[in-house]
């Protein structure tokens, strides 16, 4: 079973407010990611990481920035939110085999 | 033309049913598979990955692989109402650390 979490699980703001979506993991794995799901819809890669004082952008681009200072945790952090970014954020990390393990998700709603 | 082709359903079939959930892929350097089960507002579970062709079984789940067709499947023996989901396959090319996700089909089964 993984062991990764995320907090909030629920979050409503309103515009303009700073954010950060908090995920961790203690499985030791160095890799990890942050996706973007609306409803219904497929997952985007918005961000990983290979280990500590890594971070790359993924295949969609977001206004949101991602840190990763300890193995651990890999938190998530938009400046001003805006409704644009009402959605799913999905917090993974990857095993030896490539296999992702994804926390719970917070979702965000932005009014 | 995306890499992973999945039909997003939704498929319904009746309690004690074989499911049969496909993707299709283009590119032939993928070499890791898996499946994810994903329920409303939840994070994607990771229900099986295999790396080779042939059939995989867990439970009343298996896992089948046809790479010369580029062709995944997941069976669900014996399905019941808590298989209701989304289910999402994903893969990857050996040694890389990106996933390739399919949009993922919507599976509902009814009493």
């Known amino acids: 079973e993984a062991d990764i979490y995320q907090t909030p699980r629920y979050l409503v703001i309103g515009t303009g407010k700073k954010i950060t979506l908090e995920c961790s993991q203690t499985?030791?794995?160095?890799?990890m990611y942050w996706y973007q799901q609306d409803p219904g819809m497929e997952l985007h890669l918005i961000h990983y990481?290979?280990?500590?004082?890594?971070?790359e952008k993924g295949d969609l681009s977001s206004e949101s920035t991602v840190s990763r200072i300890r193995t651990e945790h890999f938190p998530l952090t938009l400046e001003s939110a805006r409704p644009s970014h009402t959605s799913q954020y999905l917090c993974?990390?990857?095993?030896?085999?490539?296999?992702?393990?994804f926390g719970p998700g917070t979702r965000l709603t932005v009014t | 033309q995306k890499e992973v082709e999945q039909d997003p359903g939704p498929l319904s079939v009746p309690e004690g049913a074989i499911v049969s959930l496909n993707c299709t892929y283009s590119?032939?350097?993928?070499?890791?598979f898996m499946w994810y089960r994903q329920y409303s507002r939840k994070g994607p579970e990771l229900l099986m990955y295999t790396y080779s062709s042939g059939n995989k079984e867990d439970g009343r789940f298996t896992a089948q692989v046809d790479k010369s067709s580029k062709y995944i499947s997941l069976f669900i023996r014996d399905s019941q109402p808590s298989d209701s989901a989304t289910y999402l396959c994903?893969?990857?090319?050996?040694?890389?650390?990106?996933?390739?996700f399919g949009t993922g089909t919507r599976l509902q089964v009814f009493p």
């Open positions: 994903a893969m990857s090319v050996y040694n890389t650390d990106k996933l390739i």
């Open positions: 993974a990390s990857r095993a030896v085999w490539g296999e992702q393990y």
């Open positions: 990481s290979y280990g500590v004082n890594s971070t």
């Open positions: 499985m030791g794995h160095d890799k």
């Open positions: 590119n032939s350097a993928f070499q890791y």
